[in-house]
Structures are given as C-alpha cells and as structure tokens.
C-alpha cells in the first residue's frame, strides 16, 4: 500500500472549504478555521440534520481501527470541547492509515457528514476528502494507552493527563464553576478583587506557611562569587587606606602652596578614586559566607522585600479592605498551605473563593453562602449535564441527583451547641466515630457528612462555634465562649465553606490578637480598619477544589485541579 502524508500545519489555510455555507459559519470556531466537535454532536438532533454539509474538524484520536483489510480507517475524534467523540472515516487513499489510528494521534480532516447506517449510536458521521493535518504517535512510547488507567496512575503524566476523558471532563466543569462564580458576584453587585500572592501576615495564625525569600539563592551566589574572587586581606584594606592618607596629605600640600586650580582638581579626583576604592574594599571585606544574621538571628533587613514574607494562606484579611471602602468585594485566587499532610482532601496549593460583604451580620453570611452554593449546583444542572452524566456513569452514580438536591432544598441551619448535642445523643444510641464528641471540639468530617448525610439528609450551616477553635478576627458574641462563625456542610465531602461575622470593635479584636499569642506589629494596617471609620462586617471562604469534589464525586483532591502540587511532588 502506497504511503500518503498530510500536508503540513503551515498549509492549513490553504485548503479551501464552503465557508459560504451559513451552516458552516454558524458552527465554525470563533478564532480558528475548525468546527468544534460539541457544536455539531451537542445539537438536539446530534448533527443529523447536518448531513451533507462539508466541514473542517480536528481533534485527537481516542481510538482508531483499520476496517475492510486496511481500505479505510474508523477514527473516534475528540477535541476536548465535550465528552463526545466524532466517528471519521478516512480511506487510505488519503493517508497512511498505520499513523492515523494509534490513540493520541492529532488529525485535522475535511469532509462531508453523512447519516451512519441504521443502528449505530451516533446520529452522524464524518467521511473525510482530505487530510490536512497529522501530528503523529509511536504506540510503543506514547503513555496513555487506549486501556482503563487510574486516576493515580495518570498524575505521574500530569501534562498528558488532560487527554483522558475524566480528567478533560473535571477540566470543563471546573471551568463552568469558575464561570459561575464570577457570573453569581457580579449579579448581586460584587466587585472582583485581586488581593497579593505574597503577604507578610498569617491570616489563620497556624504557621504552616511557605516562606518567600531570596536569602538562600543569595548566600549560594555570594559563595560562588567569593570563591571565585576572594574577598580583600586586612592587609590589602589598610594599604588602601594608607594611600587614601597619602592623597589626601599631596592635595593639602598643593593648597597650601596655592597650586594651580587644574593641578588641586587632578589631586581630588585622585583623593576620591582613592577613597572609593577603600569603601568598595571595606564592603567586600564584610562579605561573608552563609545567610545573614543579626543578634544571632536571620537578619531578614536584607531580603529582597526587607522582612519576612510568605506565600498566602488567605486574601480574606486583604479583601477586607476593600470591602470597608467599596461594601461588596470577592476575590478568587491560590493559595498556599505548607501542610506535611498525604490525605486525599489536602493540597500545598488550591483555589479559594472568597466574599467580604460590608454592613451585612452572621445571617447575612449565611444567606450569600446559601445562595452561591445553591447558584452553583443549578449552573451545573444547566451548563455540563453531559460531563456530569459522564462522572455519574463512572463515579458517583448519586452526584447528578447530588446537584438536584442541593440546588432546590432550603438549608439546615443549626448551633454548634446544638449539633454536639445531636452527635452525643448519636454516640448515646451506639454510633461509633473515630474523633470524640464533645462541646469544644472542632467537628471532624465524619461528623459534619454525619449530621448532612445522615440525620438532616440535606446541606447544613453550623453557627456559633466556641471561640478557641476558631480564628481571632471572628466576632465574639455576647456569651464569650462562642463567635459568629458559620461552616456550609454538604453530602459527600463535609464542611464546604467556612465563613464569619468579623470582629469590628477594636479594643475586642486587639485582645484576641495578643490571646491568641500574635504579635500586634503585622497587623497594625488591619486594626487600623477598626480604628478608623469601622463597620460591621462578614465574609466566608469556599474551598474551589473540595467544591469540585463535591460536584463531581470524585475521591482525591489532586484530581480535580489541573497541576497538583503536594508533598514531594511539583511537575512541571
């Protein structure tokens, strides 16, 4: 059989199509001169009707055979647009069918949809009249073979991942969220807030935090260029310093015998050669190996921001400032936990959404949580039914009714008093947890599904927590044992949103700093909110990932975001 190449990328444009077709223009990509697969296999007749019409497609193969002894080949097409594949026939006068049909290979075809023979699940296919473009695979290296491969397995092909229909499936409903989300804040009047990666406060006071700093690149580059050029002798530092002497005597001799004005200038720009020279010696002369100290400990006056610095655990405390100025702000962004921690439900860095909303109380919190979670499962409903039949069918045969319930269900809403009460009187009728019930706790996530899955059958807010295991900016009530603190509870992964009413009054929110053992400096600027014009105000902050969990059904968390970073691992 006589080999046959594609035409190479650069030659797209120069194979002609009906792009008169008002069918065609209607369906074609925006920015590219393919038709999306989800534009013609999406359609409510699933592109019957479209049958006839030629079209340009391109995509990647996810699997191809060889039919009537190698006279043509069947490729299902997908280009990530959708769960769906497209069925192409390509005959092998058009290509060499043995490079098309390997898993991963990327095509570009023309062609004509025809109707498939009666039977066939799909409503059309496409026979193609040219091949236009073949980035090619060796089945023998290519990774992601054509089998069933797990999820764990797949994070060890973290830039390949996105191929496999699970993960290119988490990757448009992540998307379909994160539109939602800004879609949902800006309805009610919410300004879009971009608060700093890099902070120099610790929000949650945990000290899990990565620090910023460029001391340890510094100290490894002064060693290397220390080696190369050593730093000046004592010996050599008081030589120039003698011959500093020395100037400065010859410029005081031509002074005093009222030398010429050119001969006195030459002296003093030798005299000042003389002395900067001294100083860069005196300077290198205190260079030393190592990171800086002082008073025996790291003198952080010389890193690059001149103090500590960290990767942020939270915008929350910086979009409060906003917030006391604009009203209704969110911001929506990473960040970072340096949690030695393996679980399925952790991640050194994930995606935090997070209101702050201006003269609004605890019950206002509370709503806004409601409503944006509710928003959420309804966006999904109406936005990514066919990816999320694909996580019902392979999943959590339960997430699509999941969605259903939690969009249309008002929801629970119950004291932390009384929700330890609810879990004891539990333990009382023989309920085993592994974590101890008691008031004071903090509830652990078999006791948040507990009381959502199990005893409420529906989401839950839990109110008013005891103020040790919350956060010092919380708002303390009137009992002062508990603050206005609220946690969202959903079926499947538990606690959703953590939210409050913070602390507004500044003598109250000074002593919770400093009960908490905080030092006051860093949060000068944030004080100075209650100082200065302060208003009652409440936020809350949802998890993006445990979100995604949540929708999809999905087990571990490093499923779920598109470059999972934990401990021992940072690809890419």
């Known amino acids: 059989?006589?080999?046959?190449?594609?035409?190479?990328?650069?030659?797209?444009?120069?194979?002609?199509?009906?792009?008169?077709?008002?069918?065609?223009?209607?369906?074609?990509?925006?920015?590219?001169?393919?038709?999306?697969?989800?534009?013609?296999?999406?359609?409510?007749?699933?592109?019957?009707?479209?049958a006839g019409q030629k079209v340009r497609v391109g995509g990647w193969v996810k699997t191809g055979r060889k039919a009537d002894k190698d006279a043509f080949a069947f490729l299902e097409l997908n280009d990530g647009s959708c769960p769906q594949n497209l069925q192409v026939i390509i005959e092998a006068s058009l290509a060499d069918l043995g490079q098309i049909v390997p898993t991963g290979t990327c095509v570009v075809v023309d062609g004509v949809f025809k109707l498939p023979p009666p039977g066939k699940h799909q409503k059309v296919e496409l026979r193609?009249?040219?091949?236009?473009?073949?980035?090619?695979?060796?089945?023998?290296?290519?990774?992601?073979?054509?089998?069933?491969?797990?999820?764990?397995?797949?994070?060890?092909?973290?830039?390949?991942r996105p191929r496999t229909n699970t993960i290119s499936a988490v990757a448009r409903i992540r998307n379909a969220l994160a539109y939602a989300t800004?879609?949902?804040?800006?309805?009610?009047?919410?300004?879009?807030?971009?608060?700093?990666?890099?902070?120099?406060?610790?929000?949650?006071g945990a000290g899990e935090m990565f620090q910023v700093t460029t001391l340890l690149s510094e100290a490894e580059r002064l060693e290397k260029e220390l080696v190369k050029n050593p730093p000046p002798s004592e010996a050599e530092v008081d030589e120039a310093r003698q011959i500093v002497k020395e100037k400065g005597e010859a410029v005081a001799k031509l002074k005093a015998s009222k030398a010429s004005k050119e001969e006195i200038g030459a002296s003093v720009m030798e005299l000042k050669k003389a002395k900067e020279n001294v100083s860069k010696l005196e300077e290198r002369a205190k260079?030393?190996?190592?990171?800086?100290?002082?008073?025996?400990?790291?003198?952080?006056?010389?890193?690059?921001?001149?103090?500590?610095?960290?990767l942020t655990v939270s915008g929350q405390l910086q979009v409060e400032t906003y917030a006391c100025a604009l009203s209704s702000v969110y911001t929506?962004?990473?960040?970072?936990r340096a949690e030695n921690s393996h679980t399925s439900r952790h991640l050194a860095e994930f995606w935090m959404v997070e209101p702050e909303i201006a003269f609004a109380d605890l019950q206002d919190d509370m709503n806004c949580a409601e409503a944006y979670v509710r928003f959420l499962c309804q966006w999904l409903l109406d936005n990514c039914l066919d990816d999320m039949q694909f996580m019902a069918d392979k999943y959590d045969r339960t997430c699509i009714d999941r969605l259903k319930l939690v969009s249309s269900t008002p929801f629970v809403r119950t004291s932390y008093t009384e929700a330890v009460e609810i879990l004891e009187e539990a333990v009382k009728k023989g309920k085993v947890f592994e974590n101890k019930v008691e008031w004071g706790i903090?509830?652990?996530?078999?006791?948040?599904?507990?009381?959502?899955?199990?005893?409420?059958?529906?989401p839950v807010i839990v109110y008013n927590y005891p103020k040790g295991i919350k956060a010092f900016y919380m708002r303390l009530n009137d009992d002062s044992k508990t603050v206005?603190?609220?946690?969202?509870?959903?079926?499947?992964?538990?606690?959703?949103?953590?939210?409050?009413?913070?602390?507004?009054?500044?003598?109250?929110?000074?002593?919770?700093?400093?009960?908490?053992?905080?030092?006051?400096?860093?949060?000068?600027?944030?004080?100075?909110l209650r100082r200065y014009g302060t208003v009652k105000h409440s936020g809350f902050g949802l998890g993006f990932e445990r979100m995604l969990l949540f929708a999809t059904g999905i087990d571990n968390i490093r499923d779920v975001i598109p470059f999972p970073r934990y401990p021992g691992r940072a690809d890419l």
């Open 1 to 50: 059989m006589a080999e046959h190449s594609a035409p190479p990328a650069d030659q797209l444009a120069a194979v002609t199509l009906n792009d008169d077709a008002p069918t065609y223009n209607s369906l074609k990509a925006e920015f590219s001169d393919r038709v999306p697969i989800r534009s013609i296999v999406s359609r409510p007749d699933g592109g019957a009707g479209l």
């Open 128 to 160: 193609a009249d040219a091949v236009v473009h073949v980035g090619s695979v060796d089945p023998a290296r290519y990774p992601l073979p054509k089998t069933k491969l797990t999820l764990e397995f797949l994070r060890d092909f973290v830039h390949l």
């Open 182 to 204: 800004h879609t949902f804040f800006n309805k009610h009047g919410f300004l879009y807030i971009h608060t700093p990666i890099v902070t120099t406060s610790d929000c949650e």
């Open 287 to 310: 260079l030393k190996p190592g990171i800086p100290e002082k008073d025996g400990k790291v003198d952080y006056a010389k890193d690059f921001f001149a103090r500590q610095a960290f």
């Open 332 to 336: 929506f962004g990473p960040t970072f």
């Open 442 to 458: 903090d509830l652990a996530s078999e006791h948040e599904r507990y009381l959502t899955e199990v005893v409420f059958k529906k």
């Open 484 to 528: 206005a603190a609220m946690d969202v509870l959903v079926p499947k992964v538990g606690e959703l949103i953590g939210g409050s009413q913070r602390e507004e009054r500044y003598e109250v929110i000074r002593d919770r700093i400093k009960e908490v053992d905080l030092p006051l400096e860093p949060y000068e600027w944030y004080l100075d």
